[in-house]
């Protein structure tokens, strides 16, 4: 059997490499990667290599001026933006702001890693599967003598089972054949938020490290870059599953009711994605993104066409879908939910303030306008 990924929406499943904005310089609406190993080599046989390194060490990124000619003839990569507008907005950005995170590759191009996709569908199965009790559990266990230290780990073990019995271990995955490095490009992303005005809530961009900037004027707020895989985009790769599993015995012994296979993640996943994007949609008309709004919707109707399906769904993974996406969970506004949250450190502030939670959400720029959210595609099985 094989998967077939297609991308809805701009994608960033990443392996954890960036360009730092000395890695790159931008010429013709375009991020030049360095070829550094050969500047540096061109470099050694003059006097100016001393000159280059000193500027890599002080620079927050390189003078186009004095260095422009290696983005022209020494780049081994040439990703570009999405709309020439990203050159006048990287030009005027902060530094910290320009790291450019990429999509996973290897020595033959761009893959989707298969563990990417199996972590997806491992989120959809978490959803089925949680409880109100196990919110209180938890919770209980927080205020304990010994607090958890990993309260999403232990709620995973409950939920789809620790790592000998895990319900995923029926399925595998393997990373998708490569694709062509032309279908990548830089796009632009802000952070939206929201800004309590009385009795309501109004649309926000976050700045950095903290603050927030008036709805209409987004160009003031943080800007970020990331390398992503343009709509259409195709990645197709081997999927498996372990009959062994499916054995009466076998799943008796490891106290499952039936064995999790495709059909399974796939209901799981549209029952999800659908519960999050009507989420998602709430926010939008909320904030009066149009564009976004209108986006959303239509992955909805997606996911709603497919409720019948057992070999398709829509799926939201990579970089930039938020807590909900990866932890299962749509329902945020839940007393017992919001509960157990107070009493996790990195969340409890949120959860205090009394606004709804979370109250971002990361907005792709298409032609410098609001207009998507990232890492949703459609995944058919065969």
């Known amino acids: 059997m094989n998967y077939r990924l297609t991308c809805l929406t701009p994608l960033l499943v990443g392996d954890g490499r ?79 702001h320009l790291f450019i995170p990429l999509f996973a590759s290897n020595q033959r191009g761009p893959y989707l890693p298969g563990s990417a996709l199996k972590g997806a569908l491992r989120t959809g199965l978490l959803y089925s599967r949680w409880t109100p009790e196990l919110f209180k559990d938890l919770t209980a266990r927080l205020q304990g003598d010994r607090p958890l230290r990993r309260p999403g780990e232990a709620a995973d073990e409950r939920l789809v089972g620790p790592p000998p019995s895990s319900r995923m271990k029926v399925v595998g995955a393997a990373d998708s054949h490569p694709v062509a490095e032309s279908v990548m490009k830089v796009y632009l992303s802000r952070t939206a938020t929201l800004a309590p005005r009385g009795n309501r809530f109004e649309l926000g961009w976050k700045t950095a490290p903290r603050g927030t900037v008036d709805g209409s004027r987004p160009e003031e707020s943080a800007p970020s870059f990331s390398e992503m895989a343009s709509p259409g985009t195709v990645f197709e790769g081997r999927w498996s599953e372990r009959e062994f599993y499916r054995l ?21 996943a549209n029952a999800f994605s659908e519960s999050l994007l009507t989420q998602h949609l709430r926010y939008m008309e909320v904030v009066g993104l149009a564009r976004v709004k209108e986006s959303v919707a239509e992955l909805l109707d997606k996911v709603r066409s497919l409720s019948a399906s057992s070999n398709a769904c829509v799926i939201s993974l990579g970089w930039g879908g938020g807590i909900m996406s990866k932890s299962g969970y749509v329902d945020t506004s839940a007393e017992p939910y919001r509960e157990m949250m107070r009493h996790i450190a990195l969340y409890s502030k949120a959860i205090q303030s009394g606004l709804p939670f979370p109250k971002t959400r990361r907005i792709l720029f298409l032609g410098n306008q609001p207009a998507a959210m990232p890492g949703w595609a459609l995944v058919e099985f065969a």
């Open 18 to 96: 960036e360009l730092a904005p000395i890695d790159y310089m931008i010429w013709k609406d375009q991020v030049n990667v360095l070829d550094q190993n050969r500047i540096f080599k061109l470099l050694s046989r003059g006097p100016r290599l001393e000159n280059y390194l000193n500027q890599l060490k002080r620079a927050d990124k390189l003078d186009f001026a004095s260095w422009g000619g290696f983005a022209q003839n020494f780049a081994g990569r040439r990703i570009p933006f999405e709309h020439p507008s990203s050159t006048a907005i990287w030009e005027r950005a902060r530094a910290e």
């Open 248 to 268: 009466p015995d076998v799943c008796r012994v490891l106290h499952w009711k039936e064995a999790a296979g495709a059909a399974t993640l796939v209901r799981a």
